[in-house]
Structures are given as C-alpha cells and as structure tokens.
C-alpha cells in the first residue's frame, strides 16, 4: 500500500544535539512538506519542497535544515539552534504542487520530539 | 500570508447534528479544506470547496461563501469516534504557491 512513513514515532534527545526526523512516501508526489504541531496551535509550517534538489522556508524554519536528494525521501534535521524542539512534527506530500487545487495533502503518523 | 479563525472547543452529543465554523482573510484564496485529527494521529483529509455551495459526502458536509470568507463542516448523526480535532486550511494562488494555512483546529468532543 502506498502512503507516507515517519520513524521513529517518539523520540528522545538531550538539549544541545542535532537530530533527523525520517519521511518517506511511495505515492510518487512531488510534493512534500514538514509541519510543527504544538498544544492549543495550529499547523506550522516549516519546510516544503515541490521538487527534488528544491526547497523552500517555510514560516518557521530557523533552527531547522531539510534536503531533497531524491523525490520519496524528505528528512528533517532539527538542530540545536531551535529553541523550543519539543513538538508533534508532521511530514506530508501531495500529488500536485498546488494543493489548492484539490490535490489535498497526505500526512504521515508524525514523530514526537521530546528535547531535555 | 492568510488568517483563519474557528471555534477551540465543541460538544455534543451521540446522534446530534454540529456545526463547525472557519472563518478566513486571504490574499488570494484557491480553495478551502477540512481535514479530521484524532489525537496524537495523522490529519486525514475530509473535503475540499473551491466554489460557492455544499459539499456532501455522507455524514459529513462542507459549505464555502467565498464573498464571506466563511466555510462550515457540518457532521450529522454523530458518532463517538467522531470525537477529534477538526482543521481548517486554505490554499493560496499568490507568491507562496504549493502550500496550505491551518487554523488552530476544533476539538470536538461527543458525549453518550
């Protein structure tokens, strides 16, 4: 079945280390995003790249790098630049570049961070 | 950028109709989505208006006022499971193309 992995689903690091979160779909989107999910606030988003070797910041992305060297694969380093790491994150993909045009997005199961 | 406003809380109960209203400011609006979250899952997605009007998709149905700038996620004969966080989204046709503004979600909370 096609669909979209994040692993670990928990993760645990101490404060001061740099840390990948895994994505990986096999629906053959183009595009794929990273969201940040936190108690009481909306999906944030951080990065997205609608095309491999290309991507692009999204309203939260300092203390966080990305990259997109092959079109299944989008991993997240979070680094210890970020100053509040604790957090749902969220990976996503769709078929069409534009979601608004009715190409919805394709969500993973998440990773959630804990940082000490 | 966008600006997107919908209740925190709703409750109801077992077998009851709700209403689940966004409100959205948009620089260039290109379709609304709604997308179901049970706590500590993915968001699946539920529906998607562009154009003005009602949406239906068995239980579930979603309304778009475009001149409004107002949506609405209507959930009939409720059911348990229905309890869970509902997102509002907006995509956007101007300089930030290939991504979608969430709003803070609507925990929905169905009571026996």
């Known amino acids: 079945d096609g669909g979209i992995t994040q692993s670990p689903k928990y993760l645990f690091r101490k404060e001061g280390q740099n840390v990948t979160l895994s994505c990986e779909q096999n629906l053959n989107h183009d595009a794929m995003y990273w969201y940040r999910q936190d108690p009481g606030q909306g999906l944030r988003l951080i990065y997205y790249?609608?095309?491999?070797?290309?991507?692009q910041k999204g309203d939260i992305a300092e203390g966080y790098s990305v990259s997109r060297e092959k079109k299944e694969s989008f991993p997240l380093t979070v680094t210890s630049a970020q100053k509040n790491p604790t957090a749902f994150y969220l990976c996503?993909?769709?078929?069409?570049?534009?979601?608004?045009?009715?190409?919805?997005?394709?969500f993973g199961n998440g990773t959630r961070l804990t940082v000490t | 950028g966008q600006n997107i406003d919908q209740p925190t809380e709703m409750t109801a109960t077992e077998g009851a109709i709700v209403q689940i209203n966004c409100t959205y400011q948009?620089?260039?609006?290109?379709?609304l989505f709604w997308y179901q979250q049970h706590a500590g899952e993915a968001p699946t997605f539920l529906s998607y208006?562009?154009?003005?009007g009602l949406e239906e998709k068995g239980r579930f149905s979603s309304f778009l006022s475009r001149s409004k700038g107002y949506s609405y996620l209507l959930l009939k004969e409720l059911q348990m499971k229905d309890s869970a966080s509902y997102l509002c989204?907006?995509?956007?046709?101007?300089?930030?193309?290939?991504?979608?503004?969430f709003g803070r979600g609507t925990q929905l909370t169905v009571w026996p």
């Open positions: 948009t620089s260039g609006f290109n379709g």
């Open positions: 208006n562009v154009l003005d």
């Open positions: 989204a907006t995509g956007d046709r101007g300089s930030t193309l290939g991504r979608l503004y």
């Open positions: 790249s609608q095309i491999v070797n290309d991507f």
């Open positions: 996503a993909s769709s078929t069409d570049i534009v979601p608004g045009r009715g190409s919805p997005l394709h």
